[in-house]
Structure formats: structure tokens, C-alpha cells
């Protein structure tokens, strides 16, 4: 049940608070920043996880990796911030799946 609320309360901090207010803050309190933790995954729970994203979802996630900010890609890819935050949320809710079906096993 910790482990239920732990996940619960990680979606709603990414869903509402890290995606409009303080992502470096949340994701560091979470131990999932993408380039200090790679979301949370181990090397392998990584390397399983890359090979589920589309090659859209590889390209944003490698610029977010090397630092570029959601503003810049928006403007790059000819998208609104808002739906580049959305694509990142989807992203980063498929490597928490990825690090629960460990967890579960």
C-alpha cells in the first residue's frame, strides 16, 4: 500500500506540480531527473525503455537529456510548450511503468 500511495503521489507531483511549477525540484526529490538519475531506471530498465520509444519520443527525450529547454524545442519542432510538456509527461509515465514492472515482479 506505501508503495501505491509512493506512485500515486509521484503522478500527480509530475501531472500538475513538476510540469507547470518546479520539474528540477521534483524530479531531484523523486531521485528521476533525467540526467543525474535517467528517469529512475537502472542501465537495463534503460536500455528496455529506449527501445519502447518512438523515434519522436527518442528525439525529444535525447535534446531534453542534453540540457535544451522546453521553450527551445517547442520553437525547433514547430509545437506549442504545451504539447511539447504533454509529449514529455507520456515519456516520462512510460519509464515509470518501466520501473514498476520490476518493482512488481
Not at 7 to 24: G, V
Amino acid at each position: 500500500e506505501a508503495y501505491r500511495l509512493r506512485e500515486k503521489i509521484s503522478y500527480h507531483a509530475i501531472r500538475i506540480f513538476t510540469l507547470k511549477a518546479q520539474p528540477d525540484l521534483v524530479f531531484s526529490w523523486l531521485k528521476t531527473s533525467l540526467q543525474h538519475h535517467n528517469l529512475g531506471l537502472t542501465a537495463t530498465e534503460w536500455q528496455k525503455f529506449q527501445t519502447l520509444l518512438t523515434p519522436a519520443q527518442t528525439t525529444l527525450l535525447t535534446a531534453l537529456k542534453s540540457g535544451q529547454t522546453i521553450p527551445h524545442l517547442a520553437q525547433t519542432l514547430d509545437l506549442t510548450p504545451k504539447q511539447v510538456t504533454s509529449k514529455w509527461a507520456e515519456i516520462y509515465l512510460l519509464a515509470q511503468e518501466t520501473r514498476s514492472e520490476k518493482e512488481s515482479a
